[in-house]
């Protein structure tokens, strides 16, 4: 392959995937790990995607920078449907659960809809969650507060207020990034708020996001790798990554 058509291929890899690391390019393309850190430099200096640490994303792909949620359902459907199924089994057969808002937990959401469990409370504060489970044998408790337009979630000191007066059996969150570093992290401040108060609360945090999101930092951190029990993901993490969940005793779930 000459180097003009994987410059390209890299490029439109990176678009359409999110993200790419250094290791998974050098094996598609056969190529060193050298080599391809050079494509990347070149690829950052005509602006094309930004590097971070282990690979790159697209360029506007900055710690403030966000996707709406009409915009994330196209994208990773069957990898996120794998993901929903497998914290399926996860739910409690009677109890409380959180279900944030997103994608991801919106899958399950739908899976939950389906299932006759009479004695589960299910607790959010995401209006499309909700609106999935309206009508379902499930016991549903709403947050309200200020409804952030671009996810479709509640955010607000009232919002954070009613989380940590709750103590849920388990809680299903979302996540901008996952870093082994970091921890967890969203664009958005009030949203972390939020999601900080949704983990304080639980007796049992599991994680659910896919690939994408590994190895990704935003700006910001809402929860350490210590305070989560397991992620649910689709793709084995980068070393490092494994390395800091195996440290943190999380239970890591592949898809």
């Given at each position: 392959?000459?180097?003009?058509?994987?410059?390209?291929?890299?490029?439109?890899?990176?678009?359409?995937?999110?993200?790419?690391?250094?290791?998974?390019?050098?094996?598609?393309?056969?190529?060193?790990?050298?080599t391809v850190r050079r494509d990347l430099a070149l690829l950052e200096k005509d602006g094309l995607l930004r590097r971070v640490h282990g690979g790159a994303?697209?360029?506007?792909?900055?710690?403030?920078?966000?996707?709406?949620?009409?915009?994330?359902?196209?994208?990773?459907?069957?990898?996120?449907?794998?993901?929903?199924?497998?914290?399926?089994?996860?739910?409690?057969?009677?109890?409380?659960?959180?279900?944030?808002?997103?994608?991801?937990?919106?899958?399950?959401a739908g899976l939950l809809a389906q299932e006759a469990v009479d004695q589960l409370l299910?607790?959010?504060?995401?209006?499309?969650?909700?609106?999935?489970?309206?009508?379902?044998?499930?016991?549903?408790?709403?947050?309200?507060?200020?409804?952030?337009?671009?996810?479709?979630?509640?955010?607000?000191?009232?919002?954070?207020?009613?989380?940590?007066?709750?103590?849920?059996?388990?809680?299903?969150?979302?996540?901008?990034?996952?870093?082994?570093?970091?921890?967890?992290?969203?664009?958005?401040?009030?949203?972390?708020?939020?999601?900080?108060?949704?983990?304080?609360?639980?007796?049992?945090?599991?994680?659910?996001?896919?690939?994408?999101?590994?190895?990704?930092?935003?700006?910001?951190?809402?929860?350490?790798?210590?305070?989560?029990?397991?992620?649910?993901?689709?793709?084995?993490?980068?070393?490092?990554?494994?390395?800091?969940?195996?440290?943190?005793?999380?239970?890591?779930?592949?898809?």
């Amino acid at each position: 392959m000459f180097a003009e058509e994987r410059y390209n291929r890299i490029a439109t890899l990176v678009a359409s995937e999110g993200r790419v690391t250094v290791a998974q390019l050098a094996a598609r393309f056969n190529i060193t790990k050298e080599t391809v850190r050079r494509d990347l430099a070149l690829l950052e200096k005509d602006g094309l995607l930004r590097r971070v640490h282990g690979g790159a994303v697209p360029a506007a792909s900055a710690s403030t920078s966000e996707l709406s949620l009409t915009s994330r359902e196209g994208r990773n459907q069957a990898e996120k449907a794998r993901i929903a199924k497998a914290a399926l089994g996860m739910v409690p057969a009677e109890g409380s659960i959180v279900l944030d808002g997103g994608t991801t937990t919106g899958y399950l959401a739908g899976l939950l809809a389906q299932e006759a469990v009479d004695q589960l409370l299910i607790i959010t504060h995401s209006v499309p969650v909700a609106h999935t489970l309206i009508g379902s044998s499930l016991q549903v408790e709403f947050i309200g507060g200020r409804v952030r337009s671009l996810t479709s979630v509640c955010v607000g000191s009232g919002t954070v207020a009613r989380y940590s007066g709750f103590r849920p059996d388990v809680v299903f969150i979302g996540t901008n990034g996952v870093h082994p570093e970091f921890g967890l992290s969203t664009p958005d401040p009030e949203e972390a708020s939020v999601k900080a108060a949704i983990v304080q609360s639980a007796r049992r945090v599991v994680v659910l996001a896919d690939a994408s999101k590994l190895d990704a930092q935003t700006l910001v951190g809402f929860a350490g790798l210590t305070e989560i029990d397991a992620l649910i993901t689709d793709a084995q993490p980068e070393p490092a990554l494994a390395r800091a969940l195996a440290d943190a005793d999380v239970e890591l779930v592949i898809a």
